[in-house]
């Protein structure tokens, strides 16, 4: 499933979402994004989508989707682990969710050898979501070496932002 | 397809009888390429060739093409080649005077001396049978007045500038001592777009530039290609749908199959030298390893077993070993084992970190990326470690490749920054004649094939 839908199907889903509300435990429901106010109403059409990308991001804040590493490195430290314990929440809370970890690599090694540091990377955070209950088969994994930077300078800063596993909501 | 023919000059001369010709009117030459940069020291001691335009015995028109442009056209590519190797300094075609088809067996000798010529070459292009045209070259050292070089081909008139090449291959053959290398073609990647969101698309091309063709649309992302020997198929790594794996594309059809049919990621293909083997690496739960298996599938086998990253690969020419990296002694470096994935040794010591080696069609050199100082370097060394030769040295220049010959390697330069582009290059095993290859977008990952037969 895709993540973008038509106005006309989220207009649906929101009603359908906001009327099982009252049945379901209050965890289900998102936080609301700051500063947009309660949006969410089937007024509007433009709500939050339970279980959704946009669900995930405004659960687990900026930069909440993903983690970081060191140069050449692919274990999880107390930040990563943090961070994926805020998404094996939100896993919990959404138990048919699937999500695609990205293992993304900087512009300082080579193609090939990159995808397969991505690989470690993507496989590094899966596993530490599997330690927490997230059954990994809900999980998939795929590298993309140095093919997909977030951060386009040539900068210790930017290769920093560049070396990560994002976790990406790929449908129910 | 190109055919050689052996053929005698006066027999061709009898049943093609030579007409005085009138000097015909030179075709007006578009640039349609971006032209090549060249960077560092050319020899200094260029051989100097006349490269006058190949005559013809009658102009006549085959499948839309004049013999007389096109024996201006091949006489520019020959030219070209001959340039390019770094080696030699043609005069011509263009401010040389065309040469009379009666000629092509009687030079001017001392008017080519009077030039500085030491060699010059002369040929024709002539109307054959059936659509076809025969192509003849010559090469004559001008001091001795001696024929040093004659080839001759029957073509499709699209074959041309293969004939080109072929003349040019036995040029540079006759007077430099090494294997031809000129008729060969590259698969590369071509790179368009942002930084952040690169479109990549497969593409081949001659190894001048010429018979340029884009392969895949860009959708998917592409990358990593290599040509198999007989350059039929095309072995790749693929983003489409989302994963990343290895297609084998068949260029005569356009259809593309997996190599092998797994859950897992595979990438770094490479052919054996037969073409009937496949290297590729896959990683199961992040960790990769390398595997063979047959071009025409079956069971793969597993060549390495380390927690580390084992990953590329490239053959020997005899098929009996195989260079490869490795992270398992902490960061990156080169190592080779048996083809049964036996008797796995590390071969690159010293600074920094080697990468992405290339095992020469000799046999006698590896070239390899060195990593260190927050730069990337093309080297050589030989299969046992030894002799490290650093051949580059820019910001980031990436995964070489080898001539058929072994005497020019091609790889990637990119630029750092934001607007980072990567662009082919090529230079000689001596580390000199530094250029870089016209490409329609900006280009990577360039994979160099053998000569054609």
């Keep these: 499933m895709t993540i973008r839908k038509s106005t006309a199907m989220i207009a649906a889903i929101t009603m359908l979402a906001v009327g099982a509300c009252a049945k ?52 999880v430290d107390a930040q990563d682990q943090a961070t994926l ?38 496989n590094a955070a899966k596993n530490y979501l599997a330690s927490l209950g997230i059954d990994p088969s809900r999980i998939n994994v795929i590298s993309y070496g140095k093919e997909r930077p977030a951060e386009l300078g040539s900068t210790e800063e930017a290769y920093a932002r560049n070396r990560r596993a994002v976790t990406v909501v790929i449908g129910q | 397809m190109l055919r050689p023919i052996t053929f005698s000059l006066a027999l061709l001369l009898t049943t093609a009888p030579v007409l005085a010709q009138t000097a015909p009117t030179p075709p007006a030459v578009t640039p349609t390429e971006p032209r090549e940069t060249i960077e560092g020291t050319l020899s200094q001691d260029r051989t100097v060739i006349g490269v006058p335009p190949l005559a013809t015995a009658s102009v006549q028109t085959v499948a839309g093409l004049r013999t007389d442009s ?19 300094e043609p005069i011509g075609p263009n401010g040389v005077r065309a040469i009379t088809r009666a000629e092509v067996q009687a030079p001017r000798f001392a008017e080519w001396q009077a030039r500085n010529a030491e060699n010059v070459v002369h040929g024709f292009v002539d109307a054959g049978s059936n659509g076809s045209l025969i192509v003849g070259c010559y090469l004559y050292d001008t001091a001795l007045g001696s024929e040093l070089v004659r080839k001759g ?56 530039g010429g018979n340029h063709r884009f392969i895949t649309n860009g959708q998917a992302l592409a990358i990593s290609p290599r040509f198999s020997p007989d350059y039929k198929k095309i072995v790749y790594v693929s983003y489409l749908n989302n994963r990343v794996r290895v297609f084998i594309y068949d260029v005569a059809s356009g259809s593309q199959k997996l190599v092998t049919e797994s859950s897992n990621a595979t990438f770094a293909p490479r052919w054996s030298p037969d073409g009937t083997q496949i290297l590729y690496s896959m990683a199961v739960n992040g960790n990769t390893d390398i595997y063979r298996i047959s071009a025409n599938g079956g069971t793969p086998v597993r060549l390495t077993n380390t927690p580390g990253i084992d990953v590329g ?36 010591f010293g600074g920094g970190r080697a990468a992405t080696p290339e095992w020469s069609p000799r046999g006698d050199l590896i070239a390899f990326t060195r990593m260190g100082g927050g730069e990337f370097r093309i080297g050589v060394m030989t299969p046992s470690g030894g002799g490290v030769r650093m051949l580059t040295n820019s910001w980031q220049d990436e995964a070489p490749t080898w001539s058929p010959n072994g005497r020019v390697i091609q790889f990637f330069r990119t630029t750092p920054g934001r607007e980072g582009k990567s662009s082919l290059w090529q230079v000689d095993l001596t580390g000199v004649n530094m250029r870089r290859l016209p490409t329609p977008q900006d280009g990577s990952d360039p994979s160099w094939g053998p000569v054609l037969p």
Aim: glycine share 12%; net charge negative.
């Design chain 2, 313 to 348: 690969g490239s053959f020997s020419p005899d098929g009996r070993k195989i260079v490869f990296e490795s992270d398992r002694s902490g960061g990156q470096q080169v190592y080779t084992m048996n083809i049964d994935g036996s008797n796995q040794q590390r071969i690159s």
């Design chain 1, 85 to 122: 314990q805020t998404q094996s929440q939100w896993l919990q809370r959404n138990p048919a969710v699937r999500v695609t970890l990205e293992g993304h690599a900087d512009e300082r090694g080579t193609r090939d050898y990159n995808i397969a540091l991505g690989e470690r990377r993507a």
């Design chain 2, 70 to 88: 096109l024996g201006r056209q091949i006489a520019e590519v020959i030219a070209a080649d001959l340039e390019r190797s770094g080696l030699y």
């Design chain 2, 153 to 208: 081909f029957e073509i499709q008139p699209g074959d041309w500038r293969r004939a080109a090449h072929k003349c040019a291959d036995a040029i540079y053959s006759r007077l430099s001592g090494e294997a031809p290398f000129f008729d060969s073609r590259v698969a590369y990647i071509a790179e368009s777009g942002p930084k952040g969101n690169r479109i990549k698309r497969l593409a081949i091309m001659d190894s001048d």
């Design chain 1, 24 to 75: 379901k435990a209050p965890d289900t429901l998102p936080p609301a994004p700051e500063g947009t106010g309660t949006d969410t109403g089937a007024g509007t059409g433009t709500g939050v989508v339970p279980g959704s990308q946009e669900d995930f991001l405004a659960s687990v804040g900026a930069m909440g989707d993903r983690v970081f590493f060191d140069y050449d490195q692919y274990n």
